[in-house]
């Protein structure tokens, strides 16, 4: 997928901040910026709401995880239910858990 993204002359510095944050990163500008993105739509979720819009499980897995946590009530975190269940791969918690602290 192709996006052209413009902007006006007064915002030449976001893309300069852009520029540095891909160069810091090592990343492409436009990884950085659906980075940027990624963080802002979905810092405020929860970890099994990020996961269900990467689609790393689906609402019946995300929904039995919850049901079981509520059930053993013993605290155990969503994540960790989810991976011992093997609904979600550790790479997609470690992501999401990436994504939520931002």
Known sequence: MQT????????QY???????MAHRERKSKSACLLSILEE????????GEI???LGAI?????????EKQKEEGDGKKIGEIMLEEKYI??????????????
């Open 58 to 66: 689906s609402s019946g897995n995300l929904r039995k995880a919850l």
């Open 40 to 47: 802002y739509f979905e810092a405020r979720n929860r970890v």
């Open 4 to 11: 052209t993204i413009y902007y006006r002359e007064t915002d």
């Open 89 to 102: 791969k550790e790479i997609d918690l470690d992501r999401a858990l990436e994504i939520q602290k931002s």
């Open 51 to 53: 996961l269900s819009d």
């Open 14 to 20: 976001l893309i300069k901040k852009l520029e540095e």
